[in-house]
Structure formats: structure tokens, C-alpha cells
């Protein structure tokens, strides 16, 4: 299979980037090595490529009514100029797409997942009802992440937009090194950031100015090898490891971002059955014997199979193993002790209260 490149190819293969396939794009997984890419955006600033990432477009007189068939946040409670994480999910509950939804004076942009792009084309083409236009424009937009505590101090130097004033999920349209740029205080690590939405023919220039005025930060292009361990540390969901669509929101504990009492949407009815009859629970695992949870470990508790890992790692931040899986929901509970199964051996771990980290800079 022929892979997808984004506008920042060339400077990945120029930079020694550990290429590897994801969502159908060929990117770095790294550059030096995933521990010192993670500790460098949790102390300092890092920049990722996630170009990968689709946009869609949804204009027309009835936008926001066929939005809110098809999501189940409210996107009523969001003004202009604000963004919200929400979900797509079909009529059984199981979850299409997590998405992030940026509600603009005359049109609404979806950012989804790279593997789900047609998927979710196909999908809201199928449920479209009136006045409505759904366009993806994913092959014109990059996105660059400039992420970590150092981020504003960098991003700073090459707008004039006052970057301490856009609050968490909001974003302006200004311009960043000359170039009109959409900067959003969003992010998938857990850090103060921005995501920057520019035209793919200006990637490049924005990139290598970020890095020149970055310099005295220590600022790193950094791969999707830490943009994962630092999810997790977060337990920020990825959606074909934590949620796919035989997982409902309720038990993917998405409950927060679904709004209920809105009114009709797609799936409410099979989550609002599922809410009375919750069978499993995704929760935060920590390994006390050393030994890293990774996908598809089964969970045990007193030798009783309990669920399955679904995303884990050795935490970078927090030096033991971690994992995210679904457990019983009569096993849930935050303190139970259970065993992982590493390789034929039992190794003991216990539920923790998200998130694993705790000490990052995101609402600075």
C-alpha cells in the first residue's frame, strides 16, 4: 500500500525521523529517542507534525440542527470563536468517530481521526438532512502542535494575536509568520498548547520559523512515539486501541460529553440502555511489580478474567508501567488490586484515579 506524505515529509527524512505507517501516512514515530522527545515537551516545548488529521467541513442554513443529530455533545452550549470535544456515534451507541468540533460565524469544521476520514464522510453524507454542505478539506490544511510549557513563550514571537487570552478550546484566526493561521488552545498531551491550522503550501515556513526562534527553549521537532506515552499519561483516548464502535460512551467513560437531555440524537436511545445496564468500565491501570501493560493483556483478579488492556506503556513521566483497559464494572472501583497477564505470569497492579500525571501545565 502506497502511503500518504504530509507537506513535511522531506524534513522528517532530513532529520533521521523513525518513519513508520499510521492511519495510511508514512511519519516519525521519533527522531532521538521517545523518552527524551516526551521529557522535553513535558518540561520545555516540542513540535509535532499531525498534518494526518482530517478536517470537514459542515456549512448551510441547518448546520447546527443536523450537528446536533449527529454528535452527542451540545454544540449549542459553544459560541464562535470556541471549540468542543464530542463523538459521532450509530443507532446501537458504538462510537464513529471522537472528534473535535470548531464552530466558526458560518461553518462548523470537524477535526477527526486520519483512519476515519472517509468513514465519517460516509456517515454524515448518509444522515445529512437539509440546507447542509459537508466538504472536507483535509488535503489543504496542515496542522503543526506546539506543545509544552514553553509553547506560548515560542508561539508568541511570531504573532501578534495575545495568545494568554484564548481561553482552553478556544481559538482565533490570525496570522503566525506572516500566514493566516487558526490557532486553538488544544492539545493530546496534558500541557499548555496549540494546534495551528495553515494552508499546506505554508507548512514548511511555519515550521522551520517556529524552530529558529525556539532555540534558546530547546525546542525539538518530537514523533508520534511521546505524542502516545503522553496521551496516556493523561488517559486521552485513541480511538481504535480505547474506543471503536462496538464501545459505547458510557462505558469508555465518555459520559461527560454526552448530553443527554439536548435532545433527540443519534445512538441516544441504545446509550441511554446502556447507561442502565453498564457491563464494563475503562479505568487507569498502574503495575506495582514492573512489567509494561500492553494492548491486549488480559486482567485478572484472583485468577478470574476480569478485561483487557487496551493502550499502555512504560510512563516516561512517572518511571512505572500504565495501561488503560476495560474492566468489569463490578472490578472498577479506584484502590482494587488486580494481576496483568505479561507473558504467562500474573503481575500485580491497582486502579488509579485518573490522570496518571498530574503535574502538567495545560489550563496555564
Known amino acids: 500500500m502506497k502511503l500518504s506524505k504530509t507537506a513535511l515529509y522531506d524534513f522528517h527524512i532530513s532529520r533521521q525521523g523513525k518513519m513508520v505507517q499510521f492511519s495510511g501516512y508514512s511519519l516519525p ?121 514553553k509553547s506560548r513563550s515560542v508561539l508568541e514571537m511570531l504573532t501578534e494575536e495575545n495568545l494568554a487570552n484564548i481561553d482552553f478550546y478556544s481559538f482565533v484566526n490570525g496570522e503566525v509568520a506572516g500566514f493566516d493561521t487558526m490557532i486553538s488552545r488544544t492539545g493530546y498531551t496534558g500541557e499548555l498548547g496549540y494546534e495551528l491550522y495553515l494552508s499546506s503550501k505554508n507548512v514548511v515556513d511555519v515550521w522551520r520559523k517556529l524552530l529558529k526562534v525556539g532555540n534558546d527553549y530547546g525546542i525539538a521537532p518530537v514523533g508520534l512515539g511521546c505524542r502516545d506515552t503522553l496521551r496516556m499519561e493523561m488517559k486521552y483516548l485513541l480511538y481504535g486501541n480505547d474506543i471503536n464502535e462496538t464501545r459505547n460512551p458510557i462505558e469508555s467513560g465518555l459520559g461527560w460529553i454526552t448530553k443527554i437531555n439536548k435532545g433527540s440524537f443519534i445512538g441516544k436511545e441504545a446509550i441511554l440502555n446502556c447507561k442502565d445496564n453498564v457491563q464494563n468500565k475503562l479505568v487507569c491501570i498502574k503495575m506495582l511489580d514492573r512489567a509494561i501493560p500492553r494492548k491486549g493483556l488480559m486482567i485478572y483478579k484472583n485468577e478470574k478474567l476480569i478485561g483487557e488492556i487496551t493502550s499502555g506503556t512504560m510512563s516516561p513521566s512517572l518511571g512505572f508501567g500504565i495501561g488503560i483497559g476495560y474492566v468489569n464494572v463490578n472490578h472498577s472501583n479506584i484502590g482494587r488490586e488486580i494481576q496483568i497477564d505479561v507473558r504467562g505470569k500474573l503481575k500485580k497492579a491497582v486502579i488509579l484515579k485518573p490522570p496518571f500525571y498530574k503535574n502538567g501545565t495545560l489550563l496555564q
Request: charged share 20%; net charge negative.
Open 29 to 149: 514515530a521519533y527522531y532521538t529517542s521517545i523518552n527524551d522527545e516526551h521529557t522535553l515537551v513535558r518540561s520545555s516545548v516540542g513540535l509535532f507534525d499531525i498534518s494526518h488529521m482530517g478536517e470537514i467541513v459542515v456549512s448551510g442554513l441547518d448546520a447546527e440542527s443536523f450537528l446536533q443529530k449527529v454528535t452527542i455533545n451540545d454544540i449549542e452550549s459553544i459560541e464562535v470563536g470556541q471549540a468542543q470535544y464530542t463523538a459521532m456515534c450509530n443507532y446501537d451507541g458504538g462510537i464513529v468517530d471522537d472528534l473535535i468540533l470548531y464552530r466558526n460565524s458560518d461553518n462548523y469544521m470537524l477535526v477527526v481521526n486520519a483512519g476515519n476520514i472517509n468513514k465519517n464522510l460516509n456517515w454524515l453524507n448518509k444522515n445529512k438532512i437539509g440546507n447542509v454542505k459537508v466538504s472536507n478539506i483535509s488535503d489543504d490544511i496542515s496542522i503543526i502542535a506546539v506543545q509544552g510549557p
